[in-house]
Nanobody, 119 residues
Framework: QVQLVESGGGLVQPGGSLRLSCAAS????????MGWYRQAPGKQREWVAV???????VYADSVKGRFTISRDNAKNTVYLQMNSLKPEDTAVYYC?????????????WGMGTQVTVSS
């Protein structure tokens, strides 16, 4: 089972930026597509961004042009650079392996990292 540890969240003002990191255990990280998801209070978890094993990317419409997903296979780490943050981006952010077509997660969830966008 892959263990996932997210970090980098915090409180930021609207228009600000944050960079999230997700470290994954295991030796097969590079062969998996990885994704970022988020869950706002009272809402279902939703996918935000996906990066394939070949580093192709796809984004949810709500974050397109503002968020950038990247990966460092040597470090077993996936990143989410978030710019121009909005209050509606407030959520707990999670990473996971992902099935690219369905955007469903592969493994058990980590603890996530809280992102709060507020003035």
């Amino acid at each position: 089972q892959v263990q996932l540890v997210e970090s980098g969240g915090g409180l930021v003002q609207p228009g600000g930026s944050l960079r999230l990191s997700c470290a994954a255990s295991g030796s097969m990280f590079s062969i998996y597509a990885m994704g970022w998801y988020r869950q706002a209070p009272g809402k279902q978890r939703e996918w935000v961004a996906v990066i394939t094993s070949g580093s192709s990317t796809v984004y949810a419409d709500s974050v397109k042009g503002r968020f950038t997903i990247s990966r460092d296979n040597a470090k077993n780490t996936v990143y989410l650079q978030m710019n121009s943050l909005k209050p509606e981006d407030t959520a707990v952010y999670y990473c996971n392996g992902v099935r690219v077509v369905t955007k469903t997660a592969l493994w058990s969830w980590g603890m996530g990292t809280q992102v709060t966008v507020s003035s």
